[in-house]
């Protein structure tokens, strides 16, 4: 299995993918899928990867650079005022075949040092669907911490999670246990609290 920085010549086979992904999902809301032209946009910026097995794409993972004036910063919602030192991380996917075997989160892992050499961002920026328990672990198992629970994209409810790229959150006092799925706690309490990790069923939160 190899790694490599996707490019436009790969974008028929990067869709084909996605969609052979998504058409395999029970829940379509787990995957937000992107159309040709933000595929082409993210592929300029150069932080797109993909896992090739004997010559054929079976999965990626990108990141991508948003504006500073973007509509909906996630780093408002987090109260990070340099927005030039933002960086998202995008969608990932991978082959029905392929999954359970930690892909997303070792090409996370690339991606993430890939945004390091870089050199021009501090903090990484994702939201992630509550109920989507393997995209949680993958985010927490990348040092991600809930910052915030709220509704995006027109009403979804969503955590924001944050990776500080060069200091890592160090938490302090005791835990409070949240299951997984009591939204509403988050929702009301979470602005006050970090989600710092998750053992598949509770999340610890620590308060600010």
């Known amino acids: 299995m190899d790694f490599k920085t996707l490019h436009l010549g790969d974008l028929p086979e990067l869709l084909s993918l996605q969609n052979m992904v998504y058409e395999d ?7 937000q899928t992107l159309t040709e032209r933000e595929f082409k946009e993210i592929i300029a910026q150069g932080f797109i990867i993909g896992a090739v097995d004997d010559g054929h794409l079976v999965a990626s993972r990108s990141m991508y650079v948003p504006t ?8 408002d919602e987090v109260g990070l005022k340099d927005k030039e030192k933002v960086i998202y991380s995008e969608i990932s996917f991978i082959a029905s ?6 892909l997303q989160t070792s090409m996370g892992r690339h991606l993430i040092e890939m945004v390091k050499a870089d050199g021009r961002f501090h903090d ?3 939201t992630v669907m509550p109920e989507n ?13 809930i910052r915030k629970t709220t ?6 409810k969503r955590h924001v999670m944050h990776l500080h790229l060069w200091e890592p959150y160090v938490r302090s006092g005791e835990a409070t ?4 799925t009591d939204t509403d706690w988050m929702l009301e309490h ?8 998750f053992d598949g069923e509770y999340i610890s939160y620590y308060r600010k």
Do not use: W
């Open 25 to 31: 999902l029970e829940d379509k809301e787990v995957l």
């Open 68 to 75: 500073p004036d973007e509509e909906e910063h996630l780093a």
């Open 97 to 102: 075949s392929y999954r359970g075997s930690g």
């Open 124 to 126: 990484v920026l994702t």
């Open 133 to 145: 328990v393997p995209s949680l672990k993958d985010k927490f198992r990348l040092g991600f911490k």
């Open 151 to 156: 509704y995006k994209y027109n009403g979804k």
């Open 177 to 180: 246990r949240i299951h997984y």
């Open 190 to 197: 979470g602005a006050d609290y970090v989600g710092n990790d």
